[in-house]
T-cell receptor, first 116, second 115 residues
Framework: DAGVIQSPRHEVTEMGQEVTLRCKPI?????LFWYRQTMMRGLELLIY????????DSGMPEDRFSAKMPNASFSTLKIQPSEPRDSAVYFC??????????????FGAGSRLTVL | AQSVAQPEDQVNVAEGNPLTVKCTYS??????LFWYVQYPNRGLQFLLK??????LVKGSYGFEAEFNKSQTSFHLKKPSALVSDSALYFC?????????????FGTGTQLKVEL
């Protein structure tokens, strides 16, 4: 398996532009997570899905952030409009889920976003 | 609510010496505990986990961690550090029941192993 695949790896954009980050989880994994990592706030859970359904989006910072999972093999995280404070590394991760907290997360390599 | 504390931003150790990276947790009920490692420009990688059973858990690359329920701690250890162990280490917790799949991470500890 190629692991969790994220794109783009790097994105530089200007304030006000729309940003879309993409994630392909590991085949067979039915839970998907979006995390954001910054020096100031560390690793924050933004949202997670179980069987393509959003379960907990309490970490989504504002209405400018939205996430979708239209099918088991694809998810997007969208920021519209983007702001400089959104600059961070965004990680997607997946696991077998099923409601168990024991399952190990597999992380993608991350998407580094810079908003100028 | 569940939380993890990693009290040290950075740990420095000489190669060949034992290392400890500290972690304490707070969760209602019984915890699942994890350690992950992050190398520069990479995603987090799983090292080891505690679910139940033996308090001493062995993981990848010679790392181990000891679960201490009375002290609510899950410190990461290695008997002999290598320069290649230098990385950012994260402790994480989820709940045994009722917590679903939500994993909460600590702020991370930068481990630096020097020759």
């Amino acid at each position: 398996d190629a692991g969790v695949i994220q794109s783009p790896r790097h994105e530089v954009t200007e304030m006000g532009q729309e940003v879309t980050l993409r994630c392909k989880p590991i085949s067979g994994h039915n839970s998907l997570f979006w995390y954001r990592q910054t020096m100031m706030r560390g690793l924050e859970l933004l949202i997670y899905f179980n069987n393509n359904v959003p379960i907990d989006d309490s970490g989504m910072p504002e209405d400018r952030f939205s996430a979708k999972m239209p099918n088991a093999s694809f998810s997007t995280l969208k920021i519209q409009p983007s702001e400089p404070r959104d600059s961070a590394v965004y990680f997607c991760a997946s696991n077998l889920g099923g409601g168990s907290g024991a399952n190990v997360l597999t992380f993608g390599a991350g998407s580094r976003l810079t908003v100028l | 609510a569940q939380s993890v504390a990693q009290p040290e931003d950075q740990v420095n150790v000489a190669e060949g010496n034992p290392l400890t990276v500290k972690c304490t947790y707070s969760v209602s009920g019984n915890p699942y505990l994890f350690w992950y490692v992050q190398y520069p420009n990479r995603g987090l990688q799983f090292l080891l986990k505690y679910i139940t059973g033996d308090n001493l858990v062995k993981g990848s690359y010679g790392f181990e961690a000891e679960f201490n329920k009375s002290q609510t701690s899950f410190h990461l250890k290695k008997p002999s550090a290598l320069v290649s162990d230098s990385a950012l280490y994260f402790c994480a917790v989820s709940r045994l029941t009722g917590g679903g799949n939500k994993l909460t991470f600590g702020t991370g500890t930068q481990l630096k192993v020097e020759l």
